[in-house]
């Protein structure tokens, strides 16, 4: 037996010589925990399971290790998936170098650090190590600057995502060295200029897109700024399934022969600035199930035979120019799921081939001209979303469209229907937004609508509902938009809406009171009270909505006085109008401590999302993310004296503004200093009171004032020469108040020169007015203006010239533009006063003599 034994311990020493080490190598060890020390230091903290990498030891083999993947053979490293890594931390940003250990790693094929918020700009010289990647991931990060030319040389690479970052710069021609790429992801970036035509090269691509999806074998290069024309060498992407080049500025025509892409199941190219017709070859592309070219500048005739394409299943053609022949049968040969044919001319009643369509969810009919009644049929087909805005329907809404249990969002504003709203409203239980506004609905609110428990908006506003009793909505399932302006409600102000509602609408009724109990409003952020007959006290009213950001009550009947304890520096209020009502007492100096209006950001909530439903407050759009498609909603504008007119502010820039409107009230006392501190404020208004004493010097410091009105109070002295540092002043009306002196120069007020806004002080004189005041240096062509004039009026006074002759100059030419120009040919130099209303002046006055 020790013979054999002896035998086989050499062979076993050379066989350990040939087989690899079955553990990571060292130096790759170490970087990857050089990796986590970099995470561990920048986060200031010594927990590896706040990362997720407590399994990363110096103990322990790498290739164990969570999210990281050896090869079986070889124990060489060849996969990290490192994304989402910073979840827990993702308010901290951090920096490209501290991945610099990972690019070490020269045996990986596929790299995923998507998700993980790393900020600068894309390491050229890390990646060029890394030649034997395939698939790499570096989407969801803020990666900026342009794309390094090394990305270009990993000639292996067949997925690459670059998507949602924040480069810029154009796609260069060395993309088409990637012959072997099958997915290219670049939507969501600032990316410009034409595309290269060496895309044409890489003919292995299955699908190319422009929009964020997450199927493999992709080119996505959407919501970026690419122009041009669409380059002719796509063409030869003959493999090519899906085709999405949406959100850019693509000019010129769709090519010709896009059709010879006969594997194109998805062509998407909505929303760019393309031209011409559909092109006919579209028709021999047999497999095509979506074909989206809505929101550009396409025109001509929608052809009929796009109907006859078998397999397609979605259809968006609006936004365009295109025309409908309401002349041509129509008898689809496919099965459509979605269908837009928004502003597509389309007029009498709704085509009646669309019943056919047993499997639509989403029918987008606005911007036509529709009319007739809201077809029966269209009723019962249970579709999930219908857009029929801005037509001429007429009629009243069938009871069974109600009935529907997938219907999720109906907009049928901005037509004619009329009659009661269905008392089976509330039935729909889908339904999550529901715009009925600017038709002739009568009537009382149908109390089913509480029982819809997911609804975001509803919009009934611009009607003629009427009624004091409100459905009470449950606490917690209340839309978060409700908008019943325009109609003729009454009562007070209803508080049957609950916690949910953040934005509601109530302007232009008969409400007549404000209600004792507010404590469900504890998100609201707009309140619209405009034009309604509230009266009684302006109690503490404000302070009771924690986080409101808008406050409207112009033109009410409110009395008594603004108390100080309203306005906390705790407060959100950007936009506050109680202009036309009756409010009394001086103005608190505490409004003066409003953080919003000081230039401090607002916080407004973006949006918000249900199931597969998103709305975005401040674009006013609604995203179906079943569809991936976003339409625009007509969202509730904003009334205020803007600039001396009556203007809307809309959703999508009432972020920005700040405003205090305070006019057409009984005000009196001074102007308080503090108001001063607003200077994020861009318009304040305090006309039309019984304000008094002086424009206070602080005023000077509202930087970003846009319109300035003190126009009809008491207010006498100076205008502070502290105006001239309003560079972004473009209205000042200061008339009908007692100011008087030299109206400040340089800066924006030069360009105040509409005598108007300074007309009936007691003194004003300066430029802008074309009224010189007393201390001003005459030019030289101003005192020959002056002498031509006077030499006109009076001729010469000749020696007989006295002080009587000159009083009536005087009093002819009081005003200060005339002051001290009044001459007379004599011997003598005569010193005398003359008194007038305002004051003593005293003149002297030069007697020249000539030869």
């Known amino acids: ?74 124990h060489e490293i060849t996969a990290l998936h490192l994304g989402g890594l910073h979840l827990l931390f993702r308010y901290f940003l951090p920096n490209t170098k501290i991945w610099d250990p990972i690019y070490g790693i020269r045996s990986l094929t596929f790299l995923d650090i998507s998700y993980s918020y790393i900020q600068g700009e894309i390491p050229g010289n890390g990646l060029a190590n890394l030649t034997k990647l395939v698939h790499f991931d570096m989407s969801r990060n803020y990666f900026n600057g342009s794309i390094p030319p090394q990305l270009f040389h990993l000639r292996f690479l067949q997925f690459l995502d670059l998507s949602e970052n924040l480069l810029k710069g154009g796609l260069s021609g060395e993309i088409g060295k990637l012959g072997n790429l099958k997915t290219l992801m670049l939507d969501h970036n600032f990316l410009d200029g034409n595309l290269p035509v060496q895309i044409g090269n890489l003919t292995k691509l299955r699908q190319f897109s422009v929009r964020n999806l997450t199927r493999l074998q992709q080119f996505s290069i959407s919501h ?8 002719e060498s796509i063409l030869n992407l003959k493999e090519l399934e899906k085709l999405d080049a949406s959100n850019n500025y693509l000019e010129m025509h769709i090519p010709n022969r896009i059709g010879t892409l006969f594997h194109i199941s998805i062509l998407v190219l909505g929303v760019n600035r393309l031209t011409g017709s559909i092109p006919l070859s579209i028709r021999n592309l047999s497999k095509l199930e979506t074909l989206r070219l809505e929101d550009n500048m396409l025109s001509g005739e929608i052809p009929s035979w796009l109907f006859d394409i078998d397999s397609l299943k ?118 999550k937004v529901l715009m009925l506004s600017g038709n002739n609905f009568m009537g009382s609110i149908p109390k089913s609508i509480v029982d819809i428990p997911s609804l ?37 102000m209803p508080t049957s809406f609950g916690r949910g509602t953040s934005i509601l609408a109530l302007g232009k009724n008969k409400f007549s009171g404000f209600p004792k109990n507010v404590t469900h409003f504890v998100n609201l952020e707009y309140l619209d009270l405009h034009d309604n007959n509230i009266t009684g006290d302006f109690l503490d009213f404000i302070s009771r909505f924690s986080i409101l950001h808008v406050l409207s009550l112009r033109n009410n009947s409110l009395h008594g006085s603004l108390p100080s304890n309203s306005f906390s520096k705790e407060s959100r209020l950007q936009i506050l109008d109680l202009s036309s009502n009756s409010l009394v007492g001086r103005i608190p100096s505490e409004l003066g401590n409003l953080p919003r209006m000081s230039g401090f950001s607002s916080g407004y909530t973006i949006y918000n999302s249900i199931g597969e439903i998103q709305v975005n407050w401040l674009d006013a759009t609604v995203t179906l993310f079943t569809s991936m498609y976003t339409f625009t909603i007509e969202m509730n504008e904003l009334t205020v004296n803007w600039k001396n007119a009556m203007q809307g502010l809309s959703s999508h820039n009432r972020h920005i503004y700040t405003l205090l409107d305070l006019s057409n009230n009984k005000f009196s006392g001074d102007v308080p200093d503090s108001l001063g501190n607003l200077k994020g404020l861009k318009l304040l208004n305090l006309s039309y009171n019984k304000l008094s004493g002086y424009i206070p010097q602080s005023f000077g410091d509202l930087e970003s004032i846009e319109t300035l009105d003190l126009s009809y109070n008491n207010i006498s002295g100076t205008i502070p020469q502290s105006f001239r540092k309003l560079d972004q002043l473009s209205v000042l009306d200061v008339s009908n108040n007692k100011l008087s002196g030299k109206i400040p120069r340089g800066g924006q007020m030069d360009t105040m020169n509409d005598p108007t806004y300074f007309a009936n002080n007691s003194g004003l004189c300066g430029m802008q007015i074309r009224v010189k005041c007393s201390g001003d240096e005459p030019t030289p062509d101003d005192v020959q203006e002056e002498d031509d004039d006077v030499e006109q009026s009076h001729g010469s006074c000749g020696p007989e010239c006295g002080s009587d002759s000159l009083l009536a100059s005087f009093h002819q030419y009081q005003q200060p533009y005339y002051l001290g120009t009044l001459f007379c040919h004599h011997q003598n130099t005569t010193q005398f006063t003359i008194g007038t209303d305002e004051t003593t002046l005293l003149f002297t006055i030069f007697l020249y003599t000539f030869m």
């Open 314 to 431: 979605n259809l968006y053609l609006g936004g365009n120019k295109f025309i409908w022949n309401n002349h041509v049968k129509i008898v689809p040969k496919c099965m459509l799921s979605q269908l837009s044919l928004k502003s597509c001319k389309i007029s009498a009643d709704i085509p009646e081939w669309i019943s056919t369509q047993k499997n639509l969810n989403l029918l987008e009919l606005s911007d036509n001209q529709l009319t007739g009644n809201f077809p029966l049929w269209i009723a019962e087909m249970e579709i999930e979303c219908l857009l029929f805005s801005r037509n001429r329907l007429t009629g009243s809404i069938p009871f069974p469209l109600f009935q529907s249990q997938d219907l999720s969002v109906l907009d049928l504003s901005r037509n004619n229907f009329s009659g009661e709203l269905p008392q089976n409203i509330g039935h729909a239980l889908k339904l």
């Open 224 to 231: 970026n700024k690419f122009l041009g024309r669409i380059p």
């Open 1 to 74: 037996m020790a013979k054999p034994l002896s035998m086989i311990k050499p062979l076993l020493s050379f066989i350990f010589m040939f087989v690899p080490c079955l553990s990571c190598r060292a130096h790759k060890k170490q970087s990857l925990l050089q990796f986590k020390s970099n995470l561990l230091d920048m986060y200031h903290t010594s927990s590896s399971s706040s990362l997720g990498l407590e399994s990363w030891d110096s103990n322990s083999d790498c290739c164990n290790w969570t999210r990281v993947v050896c090869s079986l053979h070889s």
């Open 456 to 492: 975001m908006v509803l919009d009934l506003s611009r009607n003629r509902l009427s009624g004091n009793m409100f459905p009470v909505m449950g606490t917690y399932r209340s839309p978060r938009y409700v908008d019943l302006s325009s109609n003729e409600l009454s009562g007070d």
